[in-house]
């Protein structure tokens, strides 16, 4: 079947939009149009090029995995409002876009599993910067629709077996990061010399989603919700609770290195993280 995919480059990139958008709606499983509420567990393509979302959205449902596919991040920004994606598969190069600034805006609030795209098997670059910014995985073009389903698969394998990791012992193992350890079971934080240091319920938390989610820019919106299940951050500023976490990790806390403001978003976490 994947031999018979038509490559982009051929007469079909010329077809309408609206084609590509109804062919997403086949794969997608559901009428994006109507009342209906969009299925769960669904792949989502954002790509411009509409052959390739063509052939990618054909390949899985082919395969029995529901995809559907956008053109730019306005696009993808609307299926966000709905059911979210299992995976996303994201192209790096999306016309007057960059798709690394798509992927620190859905890192900044998701941990949906992803995989880039690259156009170039030299452009080393962009593949390192994704994966620091918390790419899963990637694939260089040309690729085998092959190898992509089957690394789909597996980073979807990979998210549900660290739910029921978590779900089994939720507070199991902890995070080194510069030398310091955060144990979950026992809520204990070690500096880099082996001291304990004492944390609140909120500064706990809120370090928790740093650790979760390091060296991704988090909103203030998404640290409030991780964190909001404590009573005693839930009505003070994000802000606050960020300056006291820094004045027991930093040396200097007016000059942060660990916690750092992220213009126009809110706060990234910059050191290396290690859970164990």
Same mark, same amino acid.
């Given at each position: 079947?994947?031999?018979?995919?038509?490559?982009?480059?051929?007469?079909?990139?010329?077809?309408?939009?609206?084609?590509?958008?109804?062919?997403?709606?086949?794969?997608?499983?559901?009428?994006?149009?109507?009342?209906?509420?969009?299925?769960?567990?669904?792949?989502?393509?954002?790509?411009?090029?509409?052959?390739?979302?063509?052939?990618?959205?054909?390949?899985?449902?082919?395969?029995?995995?529901?995809?559907?596919?956008?053109?730019?991040?306005?696009?993808?920004?609307?299926?966000?409002?709905?059911?979210?994606?299992?995976?996303?598969?994201?192209?790096?190069?999306?016309?007057?876009?960059?798709?690394?600034?798509?992927?620190?805006?859905?890192?900044?609030?998701?941990?949906?599993?992803?995989?880039?795209?690259?156009?170039?098997?030299?452009?080393?670059?962009?593949?390192?910067?994704?994966?620091?910014?918390?790419?899963?995985?990637?694939?260089?073009?040309?690729?085998?629709?092959?190898?992509?389903?089957?690394? @789909?698969?597996?980073?979807?394998?990979?998210?549900?077996?660290?739910?029921?990791?978590?779900?089994?012992?939720?507070?199991?193992?902890?995070?080194?990061?510069?030398?310091?350890?955060?144990?979950?079971?026992?809520?204990?934080?070690?500096?880099?010399?082996?001291?304990?240091?004492?944390?609140?319920?909120?500064?706990?938390?809120?370090?928790?989603?740093?650790?979760?989610?390091?060296?991704?820019?988090?909103?203030?919106?998404?640290?409030?919700?991780?964190?909001?299940?404590?009573?005693?951050?839930?009505?003070?500023?994000?802000?606050?609770? @960020?300056?006291?976490?820094?004045?027991?990790?930093?040396?200097?806390?007016?000059?942060?290195?660990?916690?750092?403001?992220?213009?126009? @978003?809110?706060?990234?976490?910059?050191?290396?993280?290690?859970?164990?």
């Amino acid at each position: 079947m994947e031999s018979q995919r038509r490559m982009p480059g051929s007469a079909e990139e010329s077809e309408s939009a609206s084609d590509d958008r109804a062919y997403g709606d086949r794969a997608y499983g559901g009428d994006r149009s109507g009342g209906n509420d969009p299925k769960a567990g669904y792949i989502l393509v954002v790509d411009d090029d509409p052959a390739m979302r063509r052939m990618v959205t054909g390949y899985f449902q082919d395969h029995d995995v529901p995809a559907s596919a956008v053109a730019n991040g306005q696009e993808m920004c609307r299926y966000f409002k709905g059911v979210h994606p299992s995976a996303i598969i994201l192209d790096l190069r999306l016309g007057q876009e960059n798709g690394l600034d798509l992927l620190r805006q859905i890192r900044s609030s998701s941990d949906v599993p992803i995989i880039i795209m690259t156009g170039h098997r030299r452009d080393e670059i962009d593949r390192v910067i994704g994966l620091e910014l918390g790419a899963d995985d990637y694939v260089t073009k040309p690729f085998s629709l092959r190898e992509l389903l089957a690394r @789909v698969r597996a980073v979807l394998r990979r998210q549900e077996m660290g739910r029921a990791a978590r779900s089994r012992d939720p507070e199991r193992g902890g995070y080194r990061f510069g030398g310091w350890q955060l144990e979950r079971r026992a809520r204990q934080l070690l500096d880099p010399a082996g001291n304990a240091v004492s944390l609140t319920k909120g500064e706990y938390a809120l370090l928790l989603a740093f650790l979760d989610a390091p060296r991704r820019p988090l909103t203030r919106e998404h640290l409030l919700q991780a964190t909001r299940v404590h009573e005693d951050i839930f009505d003070r500023s994000i802000d606050v609770q @960020v300056l006291r976490l820094r004045r027991k990790l930093e040396i200097d806390a007016s000059a942060p290195r660990v916690i750092q403001t992220e213009r126009g @978003v809110g706060y990234v976490f910059t050191l290396a993280v290690e859970p164990f």
